[in-house]
C-alpha cells in the first residue's frame, strides 16, 4: 500500500485533519457511507455520511481501490453504497437513497459497472 498524506475535512465545524495513513477504511467508518461525490470546485471528494461531510484529498481511483465491494461508480463524479440505494433511475439520472434522499448523479454509461 503507498503511504499518502490525507487531509478530512468535518464540514459541520470547519475543522480540518492531517493524518499519513495507508489508504484503507475501517469497516466502521465505511458501513455509514451514503455516496462520495466530487467537488469540482475544490477537487475533492465529499463522503457523505448517514450524520456527517467531509472532504477528502483523494483522486476517485484512490478512493475506490480502497472501498469494498458495495461500492459502485454510478457516475463520473459520484461513488454510492450499494447497500444504502432504494433505486436507480438511470434515464433520468438519479437515485434514491433508502433514507428518502434523491441524488442527482447518474448516468447511463456505469449502469454495467
Known amino acids: 500500500m503507498n503511504l499518502v498524506v490525507i487531509d478530512i475535512i468535518l464540514l459541520s465545524s470547519s475543522k480540518k485533519i492531517r493524518f ?10 465505511t458501513k455509514d457511507i451514503l ?5 469540482t470546485y475544490e477537487r475533492k471528494l465529499i463522503i457523505k455520511t448517514k450524520n456527517n461531510s467531509f472532504k477528502v484529498s483523494l483522486t ?14 454510478v457516475h463520473r463524479a459520484c461513488i454510492v453504497n450499494t447497500n444504502e440505494v432504494l433505486s436507480y433511475y438511470w434515464g ?14 447518474c448516468s447511463r454509461n456505469y449502469k454495467d459497472h
Open 20 to 29: 499519513s495513513s495507508c489508504i484503507k477504511f475501517n469497516t466502521n467508518f
Open 35 to 39: 455516496y462520495i461525490e466530487r467537488d
Open 60 to 73: 476517485k481511483e484512490q478512493m475506490l481501490a480502497s472501498l469494498d465491494k458495495r461500492f459502485k461508480q
Open 92 to 105: 433520468q439520472g438519479y437515485f434514491i437513497l433508502k433514507n428518502g434522499t434523491e441524488v442527482p448523479l
